[in-house]
T-cell receptor, first 113, second 115 residues
Framework: GENVEQHPSTLSVQEGDSAVIKCTYS??????FPWYKQELGKGPQLIID?????GEKKDQRIAVTLNKTAKHFSLHITETQPEDSAVYFC????????????FGAGTILRVKS | GAVVSQHPSRVICKSGTSVKIECRSL??????MFWYRQFPKQSLMLMAT?????????EQGVEKDKFLINHASLTLSTLTVTSAHPEDSSFYIC???????????FGQGTRLTVV
């Protein structure tokens, strides 16, 4: 089955700096890679996603890159703000795994003002 | 994005009682809904997948008789924790999607405390 590893587990950045979170996956059949932001006591919120036929996607301050050969994908947040502080989860989905999402362990992002 | 509403957001129940959690897709029809459990400072653990009109498929190690899932309509799925015990205390989250190859949207979660 699919296995998703996520690094780092915690990340502290200064307001205005960039933050990068990286994930690797094991199943080469995975074709959809979403990123979720979870605030304390709330459910995950989809912030950006990418499909396997695309190498990069950007939405304002957030971007995701995908390297299918190396089986890794990354979340990039530029010009970080205190409200970006949250737990971020990457996930991968494969048809061979019943189209179910497999999540990484999460990254606690702290943006210091 | 699409809206998934989960209710209640918090519930406290006594040991031995049952509690029902509802998950509704408000602005789309969800052919598939998922139920997750999340322990503090951990990732989401998939408990079961439910397709409208069929029996839920449970992940290995999840007791189907303890966690009853019903997906009677395209906009509603329920999770009933039966004979709850303190070790069932957790954060339960549902998600829903329209089709197999579409985005999944999550509810706001339910904090269950069994006393």
């Amino acid at each position: 089955g699919e296995n998703v590893e996520q690094h780092p587990s915690t990340l502290s950045v200064q307001e205005g700096d960039s933050a990068v979170i990286k994930c690797t996956y094991s199943d080469s059949a995975s074709n959809y890679f979403p990123w979720y932001k979870q605030e304390l006591g709330k459910g995950p919120q989809l912030i950006i996603d990418i499909r396997s036929n695309v190498g990069e996607k950007k939405d304002q301050r957030i971007a995701v890159t995908l390297n299918k050969t190396a089986k890794h994908f990354s979340l990039h947040i530029t010009e970080t703000q205190p409200e970006d502080s949250a737990v971020y989860f990457c996930a991968a989905r494969s048809v061979e795994y019943g189209n179910k999402l497999v999540f990484g362990a999460g990254t606690i992002l702290r943006v210091k003002s | 994005g699409a809206v998934v509403s989960q209710h209640p957001s918090r519930v406290i129940c006594k040991s031995g009682t049952s509690v029902k959690i509802e998950c509704r897709s408000l602005d789309f029809q969800a052919t598939t809904m998922f139920w997750y459990r999340q322990f503090p400072k951990q990732s989401l653990m998939l408990m079961a997948t439910s397709n409208e009109g069929s029996k839920a498929t449970y992940e290995q190690g999840v007791e189907k008789d303890k966690f009853l899932i019903n997906h009677a309509s395209l906009t509603l799925s329920t999770l009933t924790v039966t004979s709850a015990h303190p070790e069932d205390s957790s954060f339960y989250i549902c998600s829903a999607r329209m089709q197999p190859n579409t985005e999944a949207f999550f509810g706001q979660g339910t904090r269950l405390t069994v006393v």
